[in-house]
């Protein structure tokens, strides 16, 4: 039996062709461009994550609640030179802001500033 696990394994290695490498550095530019026009940030045990985000201008940011569990609220402030229009305080929900301009924005909730701030970069 392993034999023959062997040489199907030799035979779908080796059969790589120019072809199939193109699809995959085309998924691979499509999923590229996927994340730099979006991403996520979920806010949960008290926290960001990710707290720094780096986008490309016109790509979006959406904010998710995960701490309804412990019946937390949070909400995402801007603070700083550079302002989007924040959200409200909740514990469940999305909130999403499209950056169409270049630069560095600051976040935090308000409710827990010491443990929840971030930044969103728009290149």
């Known amino acids: 039996m392993l034999p023959v696990i062997a040489c199907v394994l030799v035979a779908v290695v080796g059969s790589s062709t120019a072809s199939s490498s193109t699809v995959v550095k085309s998924k691979l530019t499509a999923a590229a461009r996927t994340a730099a026009a979006a991403s996520v940030v979920t806010l949960h045990n008290i926290q960001f994550h990710p707290s720094v985000v780096h986008i490309k201008v016109g790509g979006r940011v959406t904010w998710k609640w995960e701490d309804a569990d412990i019946e937390t609220p949070h909400n995402v402030t ?23 301009t270049a630069g560095v924005y600051k976040f935090e909730c308000t409710i827990h500033p010491l443990s929840m701030q971030g930044r969103v970069i728009v290149q």
Not at 89 to 97: D, I, Q, S
């Open 78 to 100: 801007s603070i700083g030179s550079k302002h989007f229009k924040s959200s409200t305080t909740k514990m469940t929900g999305t909130y999403t802001v499209v950056f169409n």
